[in-house]
């Protein structure tokens, strides 16, 4: 996350822009850096979008290739990064509509639902709910819960939230306006806290720890 | 302020980007409704968790193979 945010000033080159202009004045190796920078952020986007392990691997292997063989066409009036995770979310698009032998896919689909927009559980959470499971067990529902999001709401949620992208970053990279970021952002957040307090309710946790259990076996 | 108004904003009430005059009213707001105050705690703790945790890890094996791949790609395509 904190590789995302600027820590140049205005005026002071990105760390990333150097490494742009080695590898296009001819050393390969310049870009090793920047991949191992940001291989992780690029999977866990594609792995987001596509659902699929495997796709989520050429997803990425394909999203570096191509920003490679385009890097002439990087500006440099946006962040390489923002840049980089644009052609990532096409490529998972891709990759999907090609699953669904195809379909057209959209960032726009199934986004109708009203389901969270209003919260309905107010119950309170037990203090640091995340401890009433082990790693595994969280991880799996952490990840079931995010499925559940139409994907237009999933990837505002993680280059938002988990990626710590900027509103308008969120808006540029996904071709969005600010308001449609910002609407999605909310519904996906409210979304996401209704479906965990289920298991993070103060008297839910033990009952809930059994189901995750019960799922897992 | 009403829960549909503090609903609103509640983003921008996450987000910290809330003029001060504005954060009087959700103060007041949110020491008399319960609901909305467990819904901005937990709203703040779901973004913490998701944001703390990994939950597509990429092992060190996979990640050597997808980066061996790439370069090597890259390195025909120049």
Known sequence: MSTIQSIAGQNEQHPDVALVEKVRSGDVSAYDALVRKYERQIFRIAQHITQNREDAEDVMQDAFVKAFEKLDQFQGNSKFYTWLVRIAVNESLMRLRKRRTGKMVSIDEDLQTEEGSVPRDFADWAPNPEQNYNQAELAEILRKTIQGLPPGFRVVF???????????????????????????????????????????????????????????? | MTCTEFLAILDDVIDESIASQTRTEIETHLKKCGHCEVVLNTTRKTIEIYRCHEIYELPAEVSERLHSAIMERCTKAH
């Open chain 1, 158 to 217: 993680v280059l938002r939230d988990v990626d710590g992208l900027s509103t308008e970053e969120t808006a540029e990279t996904l071709g969005l306006s600010i308001p449609a970021v910002k609407s999605r952002l909310l519904r996906a957040r409210l979304q996401l806290r209704e479906r965990l307090s289920r298991y993070f309710h103060k008297k839910a946790a033990p009952l809930a720890r059994e189901n995750a259990r019960e799922k897992r076996s």
